[in-house]
Every structure is written in C-alpha cells, then in structure tokens.
C-alpha cells in the first residue's frame, strides 16, 4: 500500500522558514516524482514544486523559485521541502503527493498546515 505522510507545518513569522518532510512507504522502485502542492480554502490546489526520485530532476513554480528548495533522501523515503523567506500568502494546507513514471495518477498525502503571520 502506498502512504505519504507529511510533517514539520506550523506556525512561522513572515520572513521565517520552515522545512516540510514527506515520508514514502509501499513503493517498490524510485521510478516516481514526489511532488508539493498547497492550498488555500475556497481556492484550487496549486502545485509548488516536485522531484523525480530515480534522476533528482527539480522543478518549481514561479512562487517557489528562488525561496523553496526540494531535496530527496531515498534512504529515508523522505523528500523535503526546505521553505525561507516566507510571505503571508505561503499560507495554505501543504500536501506531498507521488505519481508513478507509469500512472497518470496520484497518491496523496494527508496535508500539513503551514501559516505565516506576525
């Protein structure tokens, strides 16, 4: 069975940072991404950045860049998402999620709240 879990949301100053950890289990090859989206109630969920666990291969949204970095330690089934210079509007429910090179689907985690407020 596959399972995500996140951890590591709270409550965080703006400017501040904070590192999200998402934890794999049940997969049985590192052909996949693992993939950060966040949402805002009432708003679509938006992707904010993701990582192919077989080749490291990054990408960000443009909200991420230059502020967000995701790292991978395949030997903790971990991907971590490394957040500074946080804003307000960073706000939001932060969900890992993982698809497989071989399925257009995704496997979700449960969610993580991060907030940013003096």
């Known amino acids: 069975q596959l399972q995500l879990v996140e951890s590591g949301g709270g409550l965080v100053q703006p400017g501040g940072s904070l590192r999200l950890s998402c934890t794999t289990s049940g997969f049985t090859s590192d052909f996949y991404s693992v993939a950060w989206f966040r949402q805002v109630a009432g708003k679509e969920r938006e992707g904010v950045s993701c990582?192919?666990?077989?080749?490291?291969?990054?990408m960000y949204e443009d909200a991420a860049k230059g502020r967000f970095t995701i790292s991978r330690d395949n030997s903790k089934s971990t991907v971590d998402l490394q957040m500074n210079s946080l804003k307000p509007e960073d706000s939001a429910v932060y969900y890992c999620a993982a698809k497989p090179d071989s399925s257009s689907s995704y496997y979700w985690g449960q969610g993580t709240q991060v907030t940013v407020s003096s």
């Open positions: 990582v192919h666990i077989r080749d490291g291969k990054t």
